[in-house]
């Protein structure tokens, strides 16, 4: 009688007792928490292994998505042709939640991207930088394509390159962003200083003999 009050409460909140036919986690959550209620209030048995598997499926659920997420990388090359690097740091970014969805897709252009510190040095502003509106939400919930977004950056570092930059006349860029393990996007910024057209030509010389080489040897394996 017991395990059939708790197929009657499962079926009510349109989850079952078999594998879990709803994608929302939160859901689940609250389903639990009813159950657990239920089963203090009321003596229900509560099917432990069937709240295990749930949780299983959900971290499984959870695993995928971080993986897909993972291996998403937008690269900068222009700013290795026209910049050479001198320091890279790390930073995290504040994003919309549809900033982050158009990411998702595909939808960044860090091609003319540029960073800026501020008036007291303590903090950088990544400027110019391409995020296409997301297709799935209206234009009034949409966000600023070149929108300024702070990034999340240690004083002392930001200190340290906005007196490089006006003492020396050099520039920050952003040259790569990615998902990293945990999902959380990531902007890896460096401090440049311009390149003049000599430094070009044996950059690009460089470049197309590293590809010849590796199209060599392609060759020769077969």
Same mark, same amino acid.
């Given at each position: 009688?017991?395990?059939?009050?708790?197929?009657?409460?499962? %079926?009510?909140? &349109?989850?079952?007792?078999? !594998?879990? @036919?709803?994608?929302?986690?939160?859901?689940?959550?609250?389903?639990?928490?009813?159950?657990?209620?239920?089963?203090?209030?009321?003596?229900?048995?509560?099917?432990?292994? /069937?709240?295990?598997? +749930?949780?299983? @499926?959900?971290?499984?659920? %959870?695993?995928?998505?971080?993986?897909?997420?993972?291996?998403?990388?937008?690269?900068?090359? *222009?700013?290795?042709?026209?910049?050479?690097?001198?320091?890279?740091?790390?930073?995290?970014?504040?994003?919309?939640?549809?900033?982050?969805?158009?990411?998702?897709? &595909?939808?960044?252009?860090?091609?003319?991207?540029?960073?800026?510190?501020?008036?007291?040095?303590?903090? $950088?502003?990544?400027?110019? *930088?391409?995020?296409?509106?997301?297709?799935?939400? &209206?234009?009034?919930?949409?966000?600023?394509?070149?929108?300024?977004? !702070?990034?999340?950056?240690?004083?002392? @570092?930001?200190?340290?390159? %906005?007196? +490089?930059?006006?003492?020396?006349?050099?520039?920050?860029? !952003?040259?790569?962003?990615?998902?990293?393990?945990?999902?959380?996007?990531? *902007? @890896?910024? %460096?401090? $440049?200083? &311009?390149? /003049? *057209?000599?430094?070009?030509?044996?950059?690009?010389? +460089?470049?197309?003999?590293?590809?010849?080489?590796?199209?060599?040897?392609?060759?020769?394996?077969?």
């Amino acid at each position: 009688m017991r395990s059939r009050s708790i197929k009657d409460l499962s %079926a009510t909140l &349109g989850c079952g007792v078999g !594998p879990i @036919q709803h994608n929302n986690k939160w859901f689940h959550l609250v389903l639990l928490l009813v159950v657990l209620t239920l089963s203090e209030t009321s003596g229900f048995v509560i099917p432990v292994n /069937n709240l295990s598997r +749930q949780h299983e @499926q959900l971290t499984s659920l %959870a695993a995928k998505k971080k993986k897909k997420n993972a291996g998403m990388t937008f690269d900068n090359r *222009v700013a290795y042709r026209n910049y050479e690097i001198v320091e890279k740091i790390e930073a995290g970014i504040s994003l919309l939640g549809t900033e982050v969805k158009s990411i998702r897709d &595909g939808k960044l252009n860090l091609r003319d991207g540029y960073v800026r510190t501020s008036y007291d040095g303590r903090s $950088c502003v990544l400027h110019n *930088v391409h995020i296409g509106k997301y297709s799935g939400s &209206g234009a009034y919930f949409n966000h600023e394509e070149l929108r300024p977004r !702070p990034l999340l950056v240690h004083k002392a @570092q930001a200190l340290k390159w %906005a007196q +490089q930059v006006d003492r020396s006349g050099m520039t920050i860029v !952003p040259i790569k962003a990615y998902f990293n393990e945990d999902s959380l996007f990531k *902007v @890896q910024i %460096a401090l $440049c200083k &311009g390149k /003049n *057209v000599r430094d070009k030509r044996e950059t690009i010389k +460089q470049r197309d003999e590293k590809r010849e080489t590796s199209r060599i040897i392609k060759s020769f394996r077969l």
